[in-house]
Every structure is written in structure tokens, then in C-alpha cells.
């Protein structure tokens, strides 16, 4: 579903700039959004492979590890959560829910959790066999999906966003967290258009790597932009003017956003309207990625 922004909220001359929003979230609160196209062919992998348990890992507050519980009980599929942090006896909203939908949570402490999650996928897979074989899982039923669903699957299901008529905009922008989504994007543009990735994290290096891996493995692929000047100081850092903007925003259009990622990408669109980084006229495509799902009780 795509919807109209209604500019004059937000910018006094917006030099007849068109803003619209490709709603991912509308889909289901907690696997809609980006987090299904990524998961979509790693779970047909996994059975493909006769796989009956998904292992993945994330922050306490992540949205994959939320979608990916919940497609996994959908799916009739075990799943098993290593989750950055000491064991958190006081779950939160995200937790609460992957357990009840089925997901095994293993805590590790933040340095062994970031060597997991820099790890490639060869490591990856020798660290977190004993990691399992310690909670008594058996690995060799179990299909490793990467944080935030960052690899070649994830990717070939980001493809698939644009996969509706949008040839009529100049740029198509998203949230980049890994950059995942972008690449995606990057990939499924016409070659008159720009991707337009607003990163949420502070880590250029990490992302454009990432984007221009993928990219370098797919067929074609159109023009990229990742933006740095909205991270608000990193993932999950905000500050009240960004808070205060995410709730007007979500006020006046009727479409719930968040400071973790879609927060940050349409203050960032709107400051780059405001400073006149888009040409006159042009015709922008935000993609609402979801991450509502820690909001909802
Ligand atoms: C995970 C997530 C992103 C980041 O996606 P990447 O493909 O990792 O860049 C963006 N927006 C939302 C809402 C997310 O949950």
C-alpha cells in the first residue's frame, strides 16, 4: 500500500516535491515490515535443507528476533534466540512475546556476543554449536540465520520490495540498519532512480560494505546514497526533538513511526527537503520498514 504525505505539515515551500510511503507495516505488527522479505527465502532454505529450527541473534529489543519467532511458530518451525545481554529475568515487550511464541532464549554476555555477531558465517557456526549443544539443542537440526537476517537470502527477499509499480519516483528511501534493505532497493531500482538509505547506526564503513558485497554479486543494480548526518549518535540513541518529531509525525499522518529507524529516516528526508537536497519536483518513495512491534502491549 502506498499513501500521500501530506507536505505542507512539514516543510513551508516544498518546491512541489511529492512525498509518498510504501507501508511494510500494515502487513502483521510483528513479521511485516523489512524483517519478512529477509526471512522469506532463509526459511524455505531451512526446510529445503530439512532444517526444523531456526537459530538467529539480536538485542533484547529486536524486531528480527521477534519476527522471527512468530513466523517460526507460524511456520511450525523451533527457533532459538541468542540475545546480547545478561539473562534478563524481567522480560521486556520483545522477549515476552518470542517466548510465548515458541523461541528459546540463550543470553550471552556483550563482549562473547559480539564476537558472534562480527564473526563469518564459517566461525559463526563453530561458536554457536556449543553454545547449543549446551542448552541440550541438537545443530544438526538447526539453520543459522545471521543478525538482523543479513545475508545472501535476506538480501534476494529485499529485492522483492519494489515488486509493485513504483517507476514514477526519483528516489526510493528506507532505514539502513545493516544495510540489507538498501542493497535490496539498490538492486530493484530503474536505472533513473536513486536509493536513498537514512543509516540508523553509526557505522558507515559497516553498511557501505555490506551494500556494495551485495551489490557486487547481483545482476545490476541502480545508484546508491547512505546518508550519516540522522543517526541521532548511534543505534537506539535518541534525543527529545527527535521523540517529540516521531509523535507529531505519527499524529498528523496517521502512520506510526518510531526513533529507532523510521524516526530517523523521515526526520532525515524531511531535513534534506528543508536544506534542498532533492531537486525541484522530484517524486520520493519512503519505504515504512515496521519495527512498531516493541510498542505494542
Ligand atoms: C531491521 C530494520 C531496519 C534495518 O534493515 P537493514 O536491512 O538491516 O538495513 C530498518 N527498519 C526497521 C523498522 C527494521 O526493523
Known amino acids: 500500500m502506498i499513501v500521500d504525505i501530506d507536505l505542507s505539515f512539514f516543510v513551508a515551500d516544498a518546491r512541489q516535491i511529492k512525498l509518498k510511503v510504501l507501508r511494510l507495516d500494515t502487513e502483521d505488527v510483528i513479521t511485516g515490515g523489512?524483517?519478512?522479505?529477509?526471512?522469506?527465502?532463509?526459511?524455505q532454505e531451512a526446510k529445503n535443507c530439512n532444517k526444523n529450527c531456526i537459530v538467529t541473534l539480536g538485542g533484547a529489543f529486536s524486531n528480527h528476533i521477534a519476527a522471527v519467532a512468530h513466523q517460526c511458530n507460524r511456520e511450525n518451525l523451533k527457533s532459538v534466540g541468542i540475545i546480547r545481554g545478561d539473562d534478563l529475568l524481567q522480560r521486556n515487550?520483545?522477549?515476552k512475546r518470542a517466548e510465548e511464541d515458541g523461541m528459546?532464549?540463550?543470553f550471552v554476555n556483550r563482549k562473547d556476543y559480539h564476537e558472534l555477531r562480527t564473526a563469518d558465517e564459517t566461525l559463526l557456526q563453530s561458536l554457536i554449536k556449543p553454545l547449543l549443544e549446551q542448552n541440550a539443542i541438537d545443530s544438526t537440526t538447526c539453520y543459522l540465520v545471521p543478525e538482523g537476517g543479513n545475508n545472501q537470502l535476506g538480501f534476494k527477499g529485499s529485492c522483492e520490495i519494489l515488486n509493485l509499480p513504483t517507476d514514477d519516483?526519483?528516489?526510493?528511501?528506507?532505514a539502513a540498519g545493516t544495510g540489507?534493505?538498501?542493497?535490496?532497493?539498490a538492486a530493484s531500482i530503474k536505472p533513473h532512480?536513486?536509493?536513498?538509505?537514512?543509516?540508523?547506526?553509526?557505522?558507515?564503513d559497516f553498511i557501505n560494505k555490506n551494500v556494495s558485497t551485495y551489490l557486487s554479486q547481483s545482476q545490476s543494480h541502480g545508484e546508491y546514497k547512505l546518508i550519516m548526518d540522522y543517526t541521532f549518535g548511534g543505534f537506539g540513541k535518541s534525543n527529545p526533538e527527535l521523540r517529540k518529531f516521531t509523535e507529531e509525525?505519527?499524529?498528523?499522518t496517521s502512520i506510526t513511526i518510531e526513533p529507532v529507524y523510521t524516526g530517523k529516516?523521515?526526520?532525515g528526508i524531511l531535513q534534506m527537503i528543508r536544506k534542498g537536497e532533492f531537486p525541484q519536483g522530484s517524486n520520493i518513495l519512503c519505504v515504512h520498514t515496521g519495527g512498531l512491534q516493541y510498542l505494542q502491549i
Not at 519516483?169 to 528506507?174: A, L, N, P, S
Not at 540489507?180 to 532497493?185: I, M, Q
Not at 509525525?249 to 498528523?252: C, I, Q, V, Y
Open 93 to 95: 515487550v520483545t522477549l
Open 180 to 185: 540489507t534493505t538498501l542493497a535490496g532497493l
Open 265 to 267: 529516516m523521515f526526520y
Open 34 to 43: 523489512n524483517k519478512s522479505f529477509k526471512l522469506k527465502y532463509n526459511l
Open 249 to 252: 509525525f505519527s499524529a498528523l
Open 169 to 174: 519516483y526519483d528516489f526510493v528511501c528506507c
Open 104 to 106: 528459546k532464549l540463550i
Open 193 to 204: 532512480q536513486t536509493a536513498v538509505g537514512i543509516a540508523a547506526v553509526n557505522d558507515y
